[in-house]
């Protein structure tokens, strides 16, 4: 089984940054893409960020390029979302996940992965 655990959440103003962090266990983590969603309240889950095992695949939210980047450092096995120029409509809860079987293609919907983590919220005021 896949485990992950999203950390780095909180209460920030406007155009403050957080770093969101996900640790996954259970299976040879370098091998799979990665991915961020978000959920607000009364919204579906949305698709914010995701990369290729390598790292060399990234595909980001029209809402989010050019103020977040996601990254990962394998030999942690983890999973890094920065978010800088943070803005209200950036509220919401944070999930990381992961897809079930290996792809050369980075999957960028919610049913193209398997996994999730509890998520982490993030907190914007404006």
């Known amino acids: 089984q896949v485990q992950l655990v999203e950390s780095g959440g909180g209460l920030v103003q406007a155009g403050g940054s957080l770093r969101l962090s996900c640790a996954a266990s259970?299976?040879?983590?370098?091998?799979?893409?990665m991915g961020w969603f978000r959920q607000a309240p009364g919204k579906e889950r949305e698709f914010v960020a995701a990369?290729?095992?390598?790292?060399?695949?990234?595909y980001v939210a029209d809402s989010v390029k050019g103020r977040f980047t996601i990254s990962r450092d394998n030999a942690k096995n983890t999973v890094y979302l920065q978010m800088n120029s943070l803005k209200p409509e950036d509220t919401a809860h944070y999930y990381c996940?992961?897809?079930?079987?290996?792809?050369?293609?980075?999957?960028?919907?919610?049913?193209?992965?398997?996994?999730w983590g509890q998520g982490t919220q993030v907190t914007v005021s404006s």
């Open positions: 996940a992961a897809p079930d079987l290996y792809s050369s293609i980075v999957p960028t919907t919610r049913n193209e992965y398997a996994y």
């Open positions: 259970g299976r040879t983590f370098s091998r799979y893409a």
């Open positions: 990369l290729s095992g390598s790292g060399g695949s990234i």
